[in-house]
Structure formats: C-alpha cells, structure tokens
C-alpha cells in the first residue's frame, strides 16, 4: 500500500486568551463533553535524528484533513525566572489560575524548569505541525485535556471533587534521582498519558528495596570485601542490570515503563550555558591544562557525604602513587575560583550526589574539562553527554579502576581533545530555551505520538462523577 502523505506544518498558533466561560468564576462548567476523535498520527523522527538534538529535513508534508483539538493547563507557580536565557524565545503563555497550585512548585528553585520546559513543549508551534495536532493552552485545570502535574501529586489531581470530565495527566518527576520516583500505581492509571524525567537509568529494574545508586553500591561493597573477588573492570549495562537481578530487585512492568520518558534537558545547560561560554570562550586544548584531575564540591549529607568522601580518599591515594599527576580536591571556593579551576582541568571526576546526575557534570563539559562519571554507559539523558568515549569517561562508582581510567585518558591527549569537542558540540543545541525548545521537538512528537491510543481509549469513556461513582459502589 502507498503509505498516505504526512501532514505539512503548520503555523504556531497564537497564545489562548482565557475566556470568562474558562475561568474558575466563570458559569456552571458542561458535566458532559463528547468524546475527542482522534486523528491517525504520521509516524515521528525518532529522537537523536541526525546531529544532537537536530532534525533530518524531510519532503514536504500535507497537511491533514482535520487537526487534533487538545486543550492543555500547568500551574505556574514559582515560575523560573530565566533572564537572559528566555530571550528570543517563542512566546509561552503564563498560567495565572492558581486553583491547583499543589501541582507545581512548593517554593523557588532550578527544579521549576522542569514543568516550564513541558509547558513550552506543549505550546510549541512545531510539536503541533509535526503532529497535525492543535495543542491550545487554558488557563482553567478543570476545563483542560491535559493536565501538567507533578508526578508525585498526579494522584491528588486526580482525586480532586472539582473535576467534571475526562482529562490526561502528564507527570513531571522534579527530583533529581535516575530511578522512577513515580509511584506504580500512579503509573498504571489509564489517566497518566506519561511521565517526564530529565535522566534516568536504561535499565527496567529499578523496583529494589533501596534507591538503584544505594543498592549498587552496597552489593559492589560487600563484593570488595569477598576474598574470591579480584574484580576491577568496567560495569557496563549487562552487569549492573544482573547485579540488580541477583538482589532480587524487579523490573517495572512493560506497560508501565513505556510512560516514562526522558524528555527535559537539565536545567543548568539551558540557563547558564551562555554565561559558561562568555566566561571560556575558547577551552584550552586538554594537553595545555595545568590541572589533571579535580573534584570540587560539599562532602556533606548522607549517601551524597558517604559516596563523595569515598571518591576523596580514593583520589588521594592515587595522587601518593602518582607524584607525576597533580590531583586536586576542595569543598568550597568562589565562582570565580571555582570556574578557573574548571577551565583548567584535563578531568574532573563528578560521583553521585542526591541523584546520580549533578550540574557539575555539565560546567565540567562547558569548562572544556573531560566529565569522568560513575557508571555514564548506564545512564540516559536527552542530551547526549553520557556517551563513554565519546563525550565523556565511565568509571566505576567504587572507584576500583578510577586510577586505570585516568592513567589511560592522560596518556592520549589527541583522545581527550576529541571528547572534549564532541561533548561541547552535544550540549550546544540545549543553550537557551529558544535552542531547547526546538532540539526537544522530536522527544515530545514521540512521546505524544506513543500516547495517542491512550488518550483515544480514555476519552471514549463515559464521564461518572465522583459522587456517582462512590453511590454505584454503595448501591451494590
């Protein structure tokens, strides 16, 4: 069969102006709306398509018969403030409806990019023609198809009396761990069309009795400490996932996982990456670095203090073997001092903190420095930057073979000015939103296309009440 022409893109549409009909004071809202007909989607660029967080240009599409109507909300509580990194963006409507507020962000802070960035997906010009869909914000949660929430109060929303009608639900986990911090049980609901992340783990399994990072290191630890153990290699994917499977921890169940993507670059690239840059406008080559290896960060907390105090240790045991290196750690300096530290290291090492990402990771590869990274081969993220050998330098998060990593990556100056430009290239489509926006197009395609039989099964359904709901259990 000749496979029917895609859709053409089609213009951004101008932002919804809330209508008195869409506002929490307005008129009785409808108790009943029909059923959304969903229109058969082209098949999406799969994601990481030609260069990092580029589009292969394709033929020219037409443009479908009718475009997909969707209605969507997020709460703009404790919006970020982006300065100079918003400039020249495409315009992003502001919520002002502050009727579910325990959605979004309980106080300041760089977590609240996170929804912001989904927000500005959602409303993006090019996610609704490559879709051939019509994503149109309101300002009124109750009146939205789609709802943006915290992952951890999806369930609250859906709870929530003041619901009349079918509605989807697009989690956004705000923490910083790579395991799935979203309930199982929320995750099963036909309601969540997905959940959003900005790393993760690319294995399944992460349903142990302990946080992923905890249980890796605590087997690895009781492994070292077996006389029959001389192991000193890598962990790439297939060992840690058998290591996971040999603790009995369990996978998350396929239609669960599907849900969970990883779409959001991390905030510090799209903030700070301009100033990173106007600060180090050329990274000196590797080889003319004074500083060969660097850890700079708090050695404090619990696993955070435990893990960081392990790498310190190890690091100063390499530096008494190897007088030739110089090895540097400190906890704390000043901006200034911090970054020309940075700019001139060959390697910095970057452990675990309160999740295995850090922002550190990222003002290393902005600073031109080599990100060294437990267990980097393990780990996803929509920009590229965990690429072993090829933007960055895996190492094992007990650090039996940090010392071998770095004698190997010091002794090939041609292999680390070779890192050093890909990583750089692989973050510079994620400066500004304006650049993030558009490199993230094809993850949020994907994601809303992998969606659609969600919400086709979920919206066909009749619309109870919850009231009518809890009358038909007690009528039985």
Not at 155 to 160: A, I
Not at 267 to 291: A, C, D, F, N, Y
Not at 411 to 439: K, T
Request: charged share 25%.
């Amino acid at each position: 069969r000749t496979p029917a022409p895609a859709p053409s893109p089609a213009p951004p549409l101008p932002p919804a102006r809330p209508t008195p009909a869409s506002t929490p004071s307005a008129t009785p809202r409808e108790t009943h709306k029909p059923p959304l007909a969903l229109t058969p989607l082209p098949r999406p660029t799969p994601v990481g398509a030609g260069k990092a967080g580029g589009r292969k240009p394709g033929p020219e599409k037409q443009a479908p018969e009718k475009a997909r109507g969707l209605t969507f909300f997020t709460p703009g509580s404790h919006w970020p403030d982006c300065g100079n990194s918003c400039k020249k963006s495409r315009h992003i409507p502001v919520p002002r409806n502050r009727s579910i507020d325990y959605c979004g962000m309980t106080s300041p802070g760089y977590k609240a990019h996170y929804p912001f960035f989904v927000h500005g997906m959602l409303a993006s010009g090019d996610v609704h023609a490559q879709l051939g869909w019509d994503l149109r914000f309101v300002d009124d949660p109750f009146q939205a198809d789609i709802v943006v929430c915290a992952a951890n109060k999806a369930e609250q929303f859906l709870s929530d009396e003041r619901r009349t009608r079918r509605q989807l639900v697009i989690g956004v986990e705000l923490g910083d761990s790579a395991f799935v911090q979203t309930p199982l049980q929320t995750l099963s609901r036909p309601e969540v069309l997905a959940v959003v992340k900005h790393h993760s783990w690319r294995f399944p399994r992460q349903l142990c009795k302990d946080p992923v990072k905890e249980t890796i290191l605590e087997t690895l630890a009781v492994m070292r400490e077996s006389p029959s153990d001389s192991e000193r290699g890598s962990l790439p994917l297939g060992k840690v996932t058998q290591l996971l499977v040999d603790q009995g921890c369990k996978a998350i169940p396929d239609d669960a996982f599907r849900k969970v993507h990883t779409s959001i670059p991390s905030w510090l690239t799209v903030q700070m990456g301009s100033s990173w840059l106007k600060r180090i406008k050329h990274p000196r080559h590797p080889e003319k670095r004074p500083i060969d290896v660097l850890f700079m960060g708090a050695v404090s907390g619990n696993f955070r203090g435990a893990h960081r105090a392990s790498l310190v240790a190890a690091l100063k045991d390499i530096q008494q073997r190897n007088t030739q290196w110089r090895v540097l750690t400190t906890e704390k300096v000043g901006a200034e001092s911090y970054g020309k530290a940075m700019s001139s290291t060959k390697l910095f090492v970057s452990p675990w903190g309160y999740g295995e990402w850090s922002g550190k990771d990222e003002e290393a590869i902005l600073a031109g420095a080599i990100l060294v990274k437990p267990l980097a081969s393990c780990m996803a993220h929509l920009m590229p930057m965990y690429e072993p050998d090829v933007t960055c330098l895996d190492v094992r998060p007990d650090w039996r073979n940090l010392e071998a990593v770095i004698s190997g990556a010091l002794a090939d100056p041609e292999r680390l000015h070779r890192i050093q430009r890909a990583a750089l290239e692989a973050l510079q489509p994620w400066i500004g939103y304006n650049r993030a926006l558009g490199s993230a197009t094809d993850a949020f395609v994907q994601l809303l296309s992998n969606a659609t039989s969600v919400a086709e099964g979920e919206f066909a359904k009749p619309w109870a009440s919850r009231a009518g709901r809890a009358g038909k259990v007690r009528g039985r």
